[in-house]
C-alpha cells in the first residue's frame, strides 16, 4: 500500500520569506507522479506543482518549486517571497497509474500554512 | 465555463435517512471519483469511475454507492448504513490519456448529520 506522510500540522512564515512544507511516501511502484494541492479557506483543491517519478529534474512553478529525492521518498515544497494569499492547506499527493490507463490518488494529512504580515 | 459543480453546497440530512450528492462535469473528462475529507485526515478515496457504467471501490467504499449512468454525471448516495457520513466531500475528475495525470476537483459539499 502507499502512504504519503505529512509531519508538520501546521506551520507559519513571515510575508515575502521563505517556507519549506516537507513530505516522504512509501511505495514499491516504479510508475508514478507526485504532486501538491492547495486548498484556500473556500476549500477549492487547486494544484500547485507536479513531478513525474521518471524525471530528476525538479520541478519549479513560479515562486513554487520541489525537492525531490527519489532514493529517500521525499518531495518537499519550496515557497519563495511568501504571500498573504499563500494561506491554505497544503497536501502532499501520489498518483499510482493502475493498469489499463486509470489513476489513484493518495493524499498526506495535510500542512496549514500561515503567512503573516 | 468548462469545470466541476457540485451541489448542493451544504446539506443536512437526518439519521436514518439515504442522501445523493450531486458531481457534473462539462470538461469532457474520462474518469471520476468521490473523496471524503475529515479534519486531520486529508483526502480518501470513496469510489471511482474511469469509463461510463463501470466503478470501483476505493479505500472507504462501506456504506456509499455510485452510480455512472452518463458521461458527464456521478452522483453519489450516502445510505443510512454509513455510521459516521458527516464530512467534507469532493468530487473530481481527470482526462483519460492526460500526460500529467492530474484530477481536477469540485468545489464540495458539505454533509452533515443531525
Known amino acids: 500500500a502507499q502512504t504519503v506522510t505529512q509531519s508538520q500540522p501546521e506551520m507559519s512564515v513571515q510575508e515575502a520569506e521563505t517556507v519549506t512544507l516537507s513530505c516522504t511516501y512509501d511505495t514499491s511502484e516504479s510508475n508514478y507522479y507526485l504532486f501538491w494541492y492547495k486548498q484556500p479557506p473556500s476549500r477549492q483543491m487547486i494544484l500547485v506543482i507536479r513531478?513525474?517519478?521518471?524525471?530528476?529534474q525538479n520541478a519549479t512553478e513560479n515562486r513554487f518549486s520541489v525537492n525531490f529525492q527519489k532514493a529517500a521518498k521525499s518531495f518537499s515544497l519550496k515557497i519563495s517571497d511568501s504571500q498573504l494569499g499563500d494561506t491554505a492547506m497544503y497536501f502532499c499527493a501520489f498518483i499510482r497509474i493502475l493498469t489499463g490507463g486509470g489513476n489513484k490518488l493518495t493524499f498526506g494529512t495535510g500542512t496549514q500554512l500561515k503567512v503573516e504580515l | 465555463d468548462g469545470g466541476i459543480t457540485q451541489s448542493p453546497k451544504y446539506l443536512f440530512r437526518k439519521e436514518g435517512q439515504n442522501v445523493t450528492l450531486s458531481c457534473e462535469q462539462n470538461?469532457?473528462?474520462?474518469?471520476m471519483y468521490w473523496y471524503r475529507q475529515d479534519p486531520g485526515q486529508g483526502l480518501r478515496l470513496i469510489y471511482y469511475?474511469?469509463?461510463?457504467?463501470?466503478?470501483q471501490k476505493g479505500d472507504i467504499a462501506e456504506g456509499y454507492s455510485v452510480s455512472r449512468e452518463k458521461k458527464e454525471s456521478f452522483p453519489l448516495t450516502v445510505t443510512s448504513a454509513q455510521k459516521n457520513p458527516t464530512a467534507f466531500y469532493l468530487c473530481?475528475?481527470?482526462?483519460?490519456?492526460?500526460?500529467?495525470?492530474?484530477?481536477?476537483f469540485g468545489p464540495g459539499t458539505r454533509l452533515t448529520v443531525l
Open positions: 469511475s474511469q469509463i461510463v457504467n463501470d466503478f
Open positions: 513531478q513525474e517519478a521518471y524525471k530528476q
Open positions: 473530481a475528475s481527470r482526462k483519460d490519456r492526460d500526460a500529467y495525470n492530474e484530477q481536477f
Open positions: 470538461l469532457n473528462h474520462d474518469a
